[in-house]
């Protein structure tokens, strides 16, 4: 069983830069693809970027790519989503995910299977 643990979310103003962790435990970290997504009030989730199992591929959604850069850290365990350039539209809960053998590719959260609860993440005009 894999646990994910989202954290560093908050209230940032427009501009604003914030840090997401997550945390995996369970299994081996780096046999996973990882992935953050998001949600909005009243959306559907939404991809906002992956990594491959070793961190050297990535892949952005349009909507961030240039300001968000997502990372791991193997030995820690853990994933990261740096976000810069903060705007309202990026007010969402915030999502890790792990799939299992997955990669930079894979885009579709129909394709994870370890989920954490999410983060809060607004960001005021």
């Known amino acids: 069983q894999v646990q994910v643990v989202e954290s560093g979310g908050g209230l940032v103003q427009a501009g604003d830069s914030l840090r997401l962790s997550c945390v995996v435990s369970?299994?081996?970290?780096?046999?996973?693809?990882m992935g953050w997504f998001r949600q909005a009030p009243g959306k559907e989730r939404e991809f906002v970027a992956a990594?491959?199992?070793?961190?050297?591929?990535?892949s952005y959604a349009d909507s961030v790519k240039g300001r968000f850069t997502i990372s791991r850290d193997n030995a820690r365990n853990t994933l990261y989503l740096q976000m810069n350039s903060l705007r309202p539209e990026d007010t969402a809960v915030y999502y890790c995910?792990?799939?299992?053998?997955?990669?930079?590719?894979?885009?579709?959260?129909?394709?994870?299977?370890?989920w954490g609860r999410g983060t809060q993440v607004t960001v005021s005009s």
């Open positions: 995910a792990a799939v299992f053998l997955g990669s930079e590719n894979d885009r579709d959260a129909s394709k994870y299977d370890n």
């Open positions: 369970g299994r081996t970290f780096s046999w996973y693809g």
């Open positions: 990594i491959s199992w070793n961190g050297d591929r990535t």
